[in-house]
């Protein structure tokens, strides 16, 4: 996904640094629709996240994404446009 949205901030404002890209994407206005697979990633890192409810958590964000939140709309736009995410995606599907 961060991949696909560095190739659209560069197609617009030119290439960028990986500093200058985590600020862009660190917006909460524009980029606020992260915010549950940022949440996600980060308790992957808690020692107390049960390995379970991780999987389940990734399971219920991702198989399929929910069309009606604002993560769910921008990852199937992204989608559409980007075959490499779509074979990244199924190869996580399958995995879970």
Same mark, same amino acid.
């Given at each position: 996904?961060?991949?696909? $949205?560095? !190739?659209?901030? *560069?197609?617009?404002?030119? %290439?960028?640094?990986? %500093?200058?890209?985590? /600020? ?10 992260? !915010?549950?697979? +940022? *949440?996600?990633?980060? %308790? =992957? #890192? #808690?020692? #107390?996240?049960?390995? #379970? +409810?991780?999987?389940?958590? +990734? ?7 929910? /069309?009606? +939140?604002? =993560? ?7 989608? /559409?446009?980007?075959? $490499? ?12």
């Amino acid at each position: 996904m961060l991949a696909a $949205e560095r !190739k659209n901030v *560069e197609r617009v404002h030119g %290439a960028v640094s990986a %500093a200058e890209f985590l /600020q862009i994407v660190s917006d909460p206005l524009r980029y606020g629709w992260l !915010k549950p697979l +940022t *949440e996600l990633v980060l %308790a =992957f #890192d #808690d020692d #107390d996240v049960d390995p #379970d +409810t991780l999987v389940d958590r +990734t399971r219920a964000l991702l198989l399929p994404p929910e /069309q009606g +939140t604002p =993560f769910g709309r921008r990852y199937l736009s992204l989608m /559409q446009r980007e075959p $490499e995410l779509v074979m990244r995606h199924s190869a996580l599907a399958r995995l879970l």
